[in-house]
């Protein structure tokens, strides 16, 4: 389960507009399943929760904080982000985990990007 504006970035277009202002405005997600096959030794169930703050808007740019933490086989492990978000993409860093093979990937990743939304 997961609130409409999760994975959409235009739900709300006001938020865009040349204004500042206070937002507060919550998306939060909730999954749970079991696994059966795996290749990763993780316990069950696989669940995940996630929270998403849209914290402001400042002439037209939001600024949010975004938290995912999981258990079981579900990825990431957790992720923490704070960024910067336009109609168009977004400006971000981001700290995570995903419990992968270490010749995947070395534990902690912290990246900064640029996302586009099309």
């Known amino acids: 389960m997961q609130t409409l504006g999760w994975d959409l970035p235009y739900r709300d277009p006001e938020i865009y507009r040349a204004k500042t202002e206070w937002l507060n405005h919550f998306d939060w997600r909730v999954t749970i399943g079991y696994d059966w096959y795996h290749s990763r030794d993780r316990s069950q ?5 996630g929270v998403n703050w849209d914290l402001a808007t400042v002439q037209g740019c939001v600024l949010y904080l975004r938290g995912i933490g999981s258990v079981g086989n579900e990825t990431p492990d957790w992720l923490g982000e704070a960024g910067v978000r336009r109609k168009k993409g977004k400006l971000f860093f ?5 419990g992968l093979e270490s010749t995947l990937a070395r534990g902690d990743t912290a990246v900064v990007g640029i996302g586009f939304n099309l």
């Open 45 to 49: 169930p696989s669940a995940q929760l």
């Open 94 to 98: 981001r700290y995570e985990r995903y």
